[in-house]
């Protein structure tokens, strides 16, 4: 099973879509501030020309309009346009707002004429396409005697303005096309990398079980192999056991060795207990042979459940879906499984427990399955061991094969099921059997 695994789609809606989106409107942005700024400086440099130019103009006049010397002021007008190309019009107007004198097309004015005696200062009239500039001109006692005007062309702000917001379309279809391509590259990275992390976990986990059936198989093959060759021996000594205890009664050997009869049961225990080793062993190797029919799982599971010798102080519980029909399945193996689940949680609780033992048919993933769980409140598995349960021939019990789990784990899959395994150390184990019959099929 893959775990941690990179997830390409919550690393393009979580780290690259928000990056993506957050440089593209921060260049945008910063787009769009750098054209306003371009054309808020170029304004000002216009506006500035204007006021010193009009304001040069009405100190330059004042001595030429008290003359009366008009083809002086149209040299000066002649000198201030041919100075700067934008002006369209320079005019010398009276507090009436009439034309004194002027060069260009008459200018008419955006505020009441009366205010023009009581100017004091410059003042700056804006349109789309053009600015006016009014400046007071002052006689020597400081009073307005005219006012001098200006007005001042923005066709190259304008274009400014055009060509600004051409280049800011073309800044931010740039921007778009090019995060675009990233995120596009990104994502399609992202990706080729998951698919490579995926099939090499893929390659991984087929290596492992791989593996894991060369070393079952082998295993298979020795236990089957030392299982016959010890069966003999074993034979031969509990006959030779049997045959001493036939003897003993005829002669005076309790009487002068009274050890020789608890010799002889401890043969006895060993001899059982090796047989039990043996029936592991073979039964290892036999865990892909199956003979199935139609069974019952609950009928099943209550004979596995009076074989075993309960002790006191463990309570077994029982909860047997009666929706489960019955399946195909070998009753031998299933019930060694059964079996093998059972006398394991009455081990894991030692000081007496509850085991709940339940069956149940759901439905995941649109797949109808048949569940047996073996949940205990016993002692629990520690995560270093969790993953190791299964393995051939580890255990952690004083006497034991390590075979039980590694045999119920293939005959389960022999049946095309699963068994998993929960558990918390402190808080029991609970064990999962997962079974896909055929008569479940939709």
Known sequence: ???????????????????????????????????????????????????????????????????????????????????????????????????IIGDGDDIKLPLDPDRLKFMKATEIHKNRYFNLYLSPIFDKRAAVTGVSAILLSKDKLNTMNRKSKLLFVLIVFGVVSFNVFIYQYLVRES????????????????????????????????????????????????????????????????????????????IE????????????????????????????????????????????????????????????ADPVRLRQVFLNLIVNAIQAMPKGGTLYISTEKVSRNGRNEIQITFKDTGTGISPENMKKIFEPLFTTKDRGTGLGLAICQGIVSAHGGKIEVRSEPGNGSEFVIRLFPPELRA
Request: charged fraction near 25%.
């Open 1 to 99: 099973m893959m775990t941690n695994v990179f997830n390409p789609i919550r690393f393009r809606r979580v780290f690259v879509l928000p990056l993506i989106v957050f440089l593209a409107c921060f260049v945008i942005v910063l787009s769009w501030w750098t054209i306003q700024l371009q054309l808020n400086i170029s304004e000002a440099d216009l506006n500035r020309l204007g006021t010193i130019t009009v304001e040069n103009l009405s100190k330059s006049s004042v001595s030429l309009l008290t003359a009366n010397d008009f083809e002086s002021l149209k040299n000066v007008i002649a000198l201030v346009k041919e100075k700067e190309a934008d002006i369209l019009t320079v005019e010398f107007l009276d507090l009436k707002g009439k034309k």
């Open 191 to 266: 990706l080729r990398a998951y698919q490579l992390e995926r099939a090499f976990n893929d390659l991984k986990n087929l290596q492992d079980r791989i593996l894991q059936q060369e070393k079952m198989a082998a295993i298979g093959r020795l236990a089957s192999g030392v299982g016959h060759e010890l069966r003999n021996p074993l034979g031969a000594i509990k006959n030779a056991v049997y045959y001493i205890r036939d003897a003993i009664p005829a002669s005076n050997l309790l009487e002068k060795d009274p050890t020789v009869s608890e010799f002889l049961e401890m």
């Open 269 to 328: 225990t060993e001899i059982k207990n090796s047989t039990e080793i043996i029936s592991d062993l073979l039964d290892f190797s036999k865990v892909g042979k199956l003979h199935p029919q139609l069974i019952d799982l609950g009928g099943l599971l209550w004979e596995a459940k009076a074989i075993v010798d309960v002790p006191d102080g463990i309570e077994i519980r029982e909860s047997f879906s009666k929706d489960i029909a019955p399946v195909q």
